[in-house]
Each structure stands twice: as C-alpha cells, then as structure tokens.
C-alpha cells in the first residue's frame, strides 16, 4: 500500500504550502517576481500586496491590476495569492469584487490581515464566498495574519476553520500594538526570539496550526541587504519555533528561505531507507542502526521526503515510489 493509504488512516494529511511567501505590492516588483517564478519554478508562493505593501491612493485601479496579473498566463504555475485589504477597511469588499469576482479560478489563495478575532475571519469569508462561489471557487483558500490581541487569542479557533490553511505572524503590527511595552527591537533578531511575549505569540500561533495541520508562516526579515541573517531567521523559525513557511520582501531573500527549510541529503536518504524498509515489511515496525521505527516516525519521514519535494529537491529515484501519489487503476 502507498505511504497515504497507510500512515494517515483516520487522520488528516499534514498541508503543505511551498516554504517562501513572496510579497510584492508595486506593479514593478509583482511582475519582476513573477519572471523570477517563471525562471525558478513554482519553489516559493507570490503574494500580490493590495495592503500595507501597496501605494495608498489608487486602490481600485490596484486591485484591478492585481486581477489582471493573476488572471494572466504570467501566472504559469496557480501559486498567485493576494493580499486584501483588512475587514475592516472601505476597500475590502472591492478588493473582494475585483479581484475574487475576475480571477477566483486563478488565485492560490487570499490574505486577510489585521482580523480581531474568529468572528472578523468568519465575516470575511462569507463575503469572500459571496463572491467566490459563483465563480467557480467554493472553498478558496484563505491565509490569516495574527498580528492583534483578539487573533492571537482565537488563533486556535481561526486555526480550525476549514477554509483557512495558513496562519502567518505579523510581528511588526503585534509589537506595535503594545505601545511600547515590547521595544522595537524585538521586531528583528536577535529580540524576536528571545523577548518572552513574541516568543509566547509565535508558540501560540505555532501550535494552534500544527494541532490542525494547517500551515505557520514566519514574519518578514527587514534586513533585505544581508542574506546571512534571513538565512539564520528562517532556520531558527523552523528548527527551534516549527515554522515551516516564511515571508519574503525582497528578491534576494527567497533562496536563503527556501534552503533554510528545504530537508539536507542526509535527511532525504535516511527517510528514504527507513520508509522503503518499512514498505518491505508491510509498515509494521523495524529497528534501523539499533532504533526502532513504527509508523509514529514513518510518519515523519514521510513528511521530510515530500516537504524535500515541494522544494524542488533532485530525490533518489528509490523515493520516487513513496512521494508519488499513487495510481489510479
């Protein structure tokens, strides 16, 4: 039997989202980093900005190229988001209009940011599906910034909705919501992973989308010049805080991330010999270099194989046979 038939009986498959996150919000910058997809391949996700990383003052026009955009065969692979402006805000339901009304077909996915809590996520979905559904997309895919009190406390709860897949932590707005109680430097390392309440707020978040699958995107680096450091943020955001998905803003940022959460060869051939003893023997347990192996941990392995996938990682063709979906007969 294939890996999904077995290892997730009764449960659901973890979502996988590609690592990187890609906002753009300029009409320069969102068709450059729509060539670098092209050129690249569909290793990172673009986020097209109608909010904070957008020009105030021209907002219908905008979301109208932003349609334009996705709607495009520019948009080669389906991995187009946009980011909408807030509940809240004049320009949501017109972003809603313009851009879910001309291109639900297209898009990856929405951004809402800067929602209150559940109920504000729960309203901006009846509209988006208001709009959504008669355009051939019931159930769009839909991210949730937590950069508020009230979202941080219902994170669990948006977390379950079953349209939401992702949760991404907007650290510079959560920060600033304190009024200075938090200083400014725990917007950037080393503060945002020491200061106890970032720390507290990403654990949160962390776990309310691993306790239902759902995707944690860690926060933007604004050192947009220094590699080094984007590097270091996303490896601590995932080896020590379980992020599995980070922003970028600038070009330059999106390889250092995407290497950052890709899984290294030596993890990629452990999981492949573990999972194809396992097949061997039926997935009943098996000891390997004196460590026993069930499906608790095939489990696992099984995710680092797909996860070195997504990323476009050159697997050994013995892994071929368990990351493939299988055959329909």
Known sequence: MHPSEVLFQG??????????????????????????????????????????????????????????????????????????????????????????????????????????????????????????VPNGRPALPVHVLIETHGALHDAYEIAALPQVECLSF????????????????????????????????????????????????????????????????AQRAGAEFGFTRMWSIHPDQIKPIVKAFTPRLSEVNEATNILQEAMAANWGPIAQHGRLHDRASYRYYWTVLQRAKLAGLALPESAAAIVNPPESN
């Open 11 to 132: 449960k659901r498959q973890p979502l996988l989202l590609p690592a990187c996150d890609h906002y753009a919000g300029s009409e320069r910058l969102m068709r450059k980093s729509m060539a670098l997809q092209q050129e690249l391949g569909p290793l990172f996700d673009i986020t097209l900005d109608c909010e904070d990383g957008a020009a105030a003052g021209n907002e219908a026009a905008h979301a109208q190229l932003v349609a334009l955009l996705v709607a495009s065969e520019d948009n080669r692979f389906g991995r187009i988001g946009v980011r909408l402006h807030d509940i809240d805000s004049p320009h949501f339901i017109q972003d809603v209009v313009a851009i879910v009304g001309a291109a639900a077909a297209r898009l990856a996915y929405v951004v809402l940011p800067k929602p209150n809590g559940v109920d504000d996520v729960r309203r901006a979905l009846d509209i988006i599906n208001r709009v959504a």
């Open 170 to 233: 907007g650290i510079m707005d959560f920060v600033s919501s304190h009024f200075g109680a938090i200083p400014a430097a725990a917007m950037r390392t080393p503060g945002q992973f020491s200061h106890p309440l970032v720390v507290r707020a990403k654990l949160e978040m962390v776990a309310a989308c691993h306790a239902h699958g759902k995707v944690a995107s860690h926060n933007v680096t604004t050192e947009i010049k220094d590699s080094a450091i984007v590097a270091n943020d």
